[in-house]
C-alpha cells in the first residue's frame, strides 16, 4: 500500500485533467480533487490534488509537490491552455455594451425629468404629452429618448393610451 501524494497547483492548471494519468503513474487508487488544508488528510493509497499551497511545515516534504514538479516526474506533458480572446476585441465589446447601458439610462432620464408620470396597477407609466415645463429642445430629448428606445425594446407603450410608455428591463 502506498502512502498519499499530494499535488498542489493554482486553479484550472489541469490537476484534474491529469489526476487519473498521475494516479497510475504514483500507482494510487483514489484521487481526492478539492482538499483543502483544514480537512483531514488521506494518509494511504490517494492522490490528493489542491489549489492550496501547502503549510510551511509541509513545504519540503516529498509526498508534497507542485503539479508541475508531479507532470516531469511522470514524464507527462501539460496540455496548452486554452487561447485566450482577442483582448482588443473583449474590450471593444465591452466598451460598446457599457456605451448603451449608458444610453439606455440616459435616455430614461431624459422621459423621467421631463414627463409626467402615473402609477397603474404598480407600474409607472409616463405621459409624453404632458411634459413638465418643457420647452421645444425637451420635447426634442424626449422624442429622441423614445425612438431610441423603442429600437432597443426597452419601451412599451400603453394599450389603451398610446401615450402612456413605461420602461422594459
Avoid at 516531469?72 to 457599457?98: C, E, F, M
Wanted: overall charge positive.
Amino acid at each position: 500500500m502506498n502512502k498519499s501524494i499530494v499535488i498542489h497547483g493554482p486553479q484550472g492548471c489541469g490537476k484534474t485533467k491529469h489526476a487519473d494519468a498521475l494516479a497510475r503513474h504514483f500507482k494510487l487508487d483514489r484521487v481526492v480533487d478539492g482538499f483543502t488544508w483544514k480537512q483531514e488528510f488521506p494518509q494511504t493509497n490517494c492522490l490528493v490534488l489542491t489549489h492550496e499551497d501547502p503549510p510551511p511545515h509541509l513545504v519540503q516534504n516529498p509526498r508534497v509537490i507542485s503539479f508541475d514538479q508531479a507532470m516531469t516526474v511522470a514524464g507527462l506533458k501539460k496540455s496548452a491552455p486554452a487561447p485566450a480572446p482577442d483582448d482588443g476585441a473583449t474590450k471593444l465589446g465591452d466598451t460598446i455594451r457599457l456605451a448603451m447601458t449608458i444610453a439606455d439610462y440616459s435616455a430614461r432620464a431624459d422621459i423621467e425629468s421631463f414627463c409626467r408620470s402615473e402609477r397603474i396597477a404598480c407600474i409607472h407609466w409616463y405621459d409624453l404629452d404632458t411634459l413638465r415645463d418643457g420647452d421645444a429642445l425637451d420635447q426634442q430629448f424626449v422624442a429622441n429618448a423614445v425612438d431610441y428606445l423603442h429600437l432597443r425594446k426597452k419601451l412599451r407603450r400603453h394599450a389603451v393610451r398610446p401615450q402612456l410608455v413605461t420602461f422594459l428591463p
